[in-house]
């Protein structure tokens, strides 16, 4: 069920509708943009994304570590996750940085043990979080949950269900009033 407060917000300050469609991340096509970051700038009002995405998951019962995901997208709410649920967070760089320690995942160290929450804020494929999700194993921690603040499309849950996580979309195109996204191909 969409939480209304979460709609409206997500309705007045980041859903856009053009004239011409855009390309997402995706490589779909859309005349409904929705910009979370744009959405969720002023703390309350990611806070609210927040609170919310923690309180789907335990209620759920699963339990995290850590939250985070692919930079950008999930940086602010790996970080409002973080504060809400006193958890530690971090950032999956889409390539290791080239100076300094040459990381590819900034914030909390990820290992063997560690419990993750992957984020993302907008989803159409799932494609970004794979990403990240291949990062995350690579260090011997352990996906226990996904979550978004809106999922585009109907792919996204296929790809989570086939890796056995846990699938948590706070909204859908749906609860937006628009169209689902159909990935290219």
Known sequence: MADAALTHIIQRQGLRRLDQPVELASGALSTDFIDVKLALCRWADLETACRAIVERVRTAGIEFDAAGGMTMGADPLAVGIAAVADCCWFSVRKAPKK??????????????G???????????TGGSAQRAYQAIGDTGAEVVAAATVVDRGDTARGRYEALGVPYFPLLTYADLGIDPVVPPG
């Open 114 to 124: 560690h419990r993750v929450l992957l984020l993302e804020d907008a989803t159409t």
């Open 99 to 112: 100076r300094g320690t040459e990381q590819l995942i900034e914030g909390t160290p990820l290992a063997k």
